[in-house]
């Protein structure tokens, strides 16, 4: 799935049309949220991790391309085609570095890679393959992956995920995104 996702992205790259929202407007807000959730939630992740998605932000979200993004791709939302073999639908249509959207496809592979029982060694195979079919820069979209799962980290102790807003299922999920934090931090 991730090599399809990679040659769907790669597909998609064209310069963005005007009047679609930022990512990089997005930027000040992520690292004031960064930084709420690691006072908030001060034993959450190890200080390096949180560090590290602060970086991110700090040296890739100011300043990027005028790219089109799809701004959510994930498997749910890459379908079989008939007018090219793979089309992706429901795009958040943003404007930025393509590499971006390694962050919804590892938390969205991290459930299966975990039940196969080993996230960090999916998760190195999945950049792996995304990226090489993407063309993209491993190690950016590395970082922006990492940045994803540190922010779903805090989001799902605010208010939960969508697959488990609480209980049990919401705790597993905390712990699958910090586990996927910590494993993206020290690729």
């Given at each position: ?160 995920f969508r697959r488990g807003r ?22």
């Open positions: 799935m991730a090599a399809i996702a990679g040659s769907v992205s790669r597909r998609l790259t064209v310069p963005a049309p005007a009047g679609l929202p930022r990512l990089q407007d997005q930027a000040t807000g992520w690292e004031e949220q960064l930084r709420r959730g690691a006072q908030d939630f001060p034993d959450a992740l190890p200080s390096r991790t949180v560090q590290a998605a602060i970086a991110t932000v700090r040296e890739l979200a100011h300043h990027q391309p005028d790219t089109l993004i799809h701004g959510d791709l994930n498997a749910r939302n890459i379908l079989v085609g008939t007018r090219e073999p793979w089309l992706a639908v429901d795009p958040k249509g943003w404007v930025g570095d393509r590499a971006y959207d390694c962050g919804t496809l590892t938390k969205s592979r991290s459930v299966v890679l975990a039940e196969q029982g080993d996230l960090a060694t999916g998760i190195d195979r999945t950049l792996d393959a995304f990226t090489s079919a993407a063309e993209l820069d491993r190690e950016r979209a590395r970082r922006w992956a990492q940045l994803s799962a540190v922010q779903a980290a805090y989001a799902g102790r605010r208010r939960g609480h209980g049990a299922k919401r705790d597993r999920l905390i712990a699958l995104v910090d586990e996927l934090a910590q494993a993206l931090t020290g690729l």
